[in-house]
């Protein structure tokens, strides 16, 4: 199937534990992205990636890190975790920049639960 | 700074009745506004685009109309099925340039179709 696939689904972790959470695209796009829906629903962009670079960083705390070591992959690793940090974090893909950004492919979530 | 509202928040309608959910932005200057449909455990699925320069789209039963000038937007969905069922989400992009900007979400209509 082609998709966005994240893991894992569900993570259940204590504060101040270091976790990731990957996502891989089998699209062939170029750009990938990380989204955080919180507890008020509001989906917000936290990266995007173009062909591995770093293109938006929003205001995320820096214990938030993205790594995409092919332009197929982002993953997500957070650094102590705060309760704070509970939420559905969501990967999206679009084909490219400019009008191909309008195609954005999210996957299912993972949903992060901080205790 | 962009902000997207919409209303209503949870709507639960009969099987059969036409509706319309809305959507408003504060920032008239944007690039398109696009609609989602949000399904538990799943990620985002795409349903109408619309860009700035057009009035409205359509596809299928669900047609979804712009009125940039007012920053508004409403989703109409005509003779509507259980399987409509879900959160619609509005986005709209705006001109941060590259293109790969993250889009600004309402917090979504819960709505329920009642067989």
């Known amino acids: 199937d082609t998709a966005v696939s994240q893991t894992p689904k569900y993570l259940v972790t204590q504060m101040g534990n270091d976790k990731s959470i990957k996502c891989e695209q089998n699209?062939?796009?170029?750009?990938m992205y990380w989204y955080k829906q919180d507890s008020k629903k509001f989906l917000k962009i936290m990266f995007s990636?173009?062909?591995?670079?770093?293109?938006i960083n929003e205001t995320v705390p820096n214990r938030f890190s993205p790594k995409s070591p092919d332009k197929a992959h982002l993953n997500l690793h957070i650094n102590s975790l705060e309760l704070g940090d509970s939420a559905v974090y969501f990967c999206?893909?679009?084909?490219?920049?400019?009008?191909?950004?309008?195609?954005?492919?999210f996957g299912a979530g993972s949903r992060l639960t901080v205790l | 700074k962009q902000e997207v509202t919409q209303i209503p928040a949870a709507l639960s309608v009969p099987e059969g009745e036409n509706l319309v959910l809305n959507c408003s932005f504060t920032d008239s200057a944007i690039y398109n506004l696009q609609w989602f449909r949000q399904d538990p455990g799943k990620g985002l699925t795409s349903l109408l685009l619309?860009?700035?320069?057009?009035r409205e789209q359509t596809s299928g039963r669900l047609n979804a109309s712009l009125d940039k000038s007012s920053g508004r937007s409403t989703l109409y969905i005509a003779a509507s099925q259980p399987g409509d069922s879900a959160t619609y989400l509005c986005?709209?992009?705006?001109?941060?340039?590259?293109?790969?900007?993250?889009?600004?979400f309402g917090k979504g209509t819960h709505l329920i179709i009642q067989p």
């Open positions: 986005a709209v992009r705006g001109y941060s340039g590259g293109g790969a900007d993250g889009l600004t």
């Open positions: 990636y173009n062909n591995k670079e770093l293109i």
């Open positions: 619309i860009q700035s320069s057009q």
């Open positions: 699209l062939g796009h170029d750009t």
């Open positions: 999206a893909s679009s084909p490219s920049l400019g009008a191909g950004a309008n195609v954005l492919t």
